[in-house]
């Protein structure tokens, strides 16, 4: 596709770019230097899954393990947390630094509340099957299309990781060229989750664990050319380890959007809202590999 052609694509009414010149020349400039270059960075719930299908909004990470056989006691105390913490999480009157000690809150609260159900390993695969956790439409073709080219993929989440590679491999591939930063679970002998392995990774401060998993970064930092994924501003921050001379920033745009559009508009490139597919990323690719 050419950069008019692409251009033309991103006229639709679902698209917001509040630069286009901006935009254009960031996508002449992927285009230019090519897959070779390349690497992407990208949020995982509700970024690479959706947030509605065919009408019911669908599960995050934590939300998956709610949904399956924990204890009902569980399950109204975690709602209790969602319906407390979210609103404050998609609050763009908020400023991240009001919100901070109250995310810090909530994933504490809600990983206290996991110690307590004595999850298994062996049950997450069906917690997954058997979850509404979907991943966007053509995110399967934009993973192998990937790793066609080796480009390299940072999988960045506040959410739990034992979920996310297990929601990729019953829906997707899990390609050698990912790469998933997020909480991961510790196991007993008996395999039953007894806590977290790492301090909390909750939806702003993705810059500090950038700056501790800064190696990856470095690791490919002939990757010049970088495309940002996010539905979140903390978000934006995923990549503060890295590096680049071109970046594109694309947003999902969920949930509250005539409040937040103005401020989402200034923050990234290009702003996709209810869009529950991968079409404009994967044009993208179609023009850049
Ligand atoms: P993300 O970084 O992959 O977007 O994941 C974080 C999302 O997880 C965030 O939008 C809030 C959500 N979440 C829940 O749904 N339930 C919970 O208990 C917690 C702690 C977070």
Known sequence: MTIEKMMEFLNQPNVHIGDPDHVKHVIEQ???????????VADFDRTLTKYIHKGHVCATCHYVLEEGSLPELFKEKAR??????????????LSV?????????????????????????????????????????????????????????????????DIIEEVIKQQSTMHDNMHIVSNYMKFNEEGKMTGFQNAIIHVYNKNEN???????????????SMILMGDSIGDL?????????????????????????????????????????????????????
């Open 97 to 161: 630094e009001e919100k901070i000690p109250k995310m810090i809150e909530w994933w504490t609260k809600a990983h206290g509340l996991l110690e307590t159900c004595e999850i298994s390993r062996d049950s997450i695969q069906h917690c997954v099957s058997s979850s509404t956790a979907k991943l966007r439409d053509g995110c399967s073709w934009f993973f192998d299309e990937l790793k066609k080219y080796e480009v390299p993929v940072l999988i960045f989440s506040a959410g739990i990781g």
């Open 30 to 40: 992927l285009i230019q230097y090519g897959p070779d270059k390349l690497q992407i």
């Open 80 to 93: 209790t947390l969602r319906d407390t913490y979210f609103p404050i999480e998609t609050n763009p009157i």
């Open 237 to 289: 921050h995923m990549a503060d380890g890295a590096e680049v001379d071109h970046k594109l920033k694309i947003g999902f745009l969920n949930t509250r959007v005539e409040e937040s559009l103005e401020l989402f508009k200034k923050k990234y490139d290009i702003v996709l809202v209810e869009d529950e597919t991968l079409d404009v990323p994967n044009n993208l690719l179609r023009s850049i590999l």
């Open 210 to 224: 950038a700056i501790h998993d800064s190696a990856y970064f470095q690791n490919i930092e002939h990757k010049t």
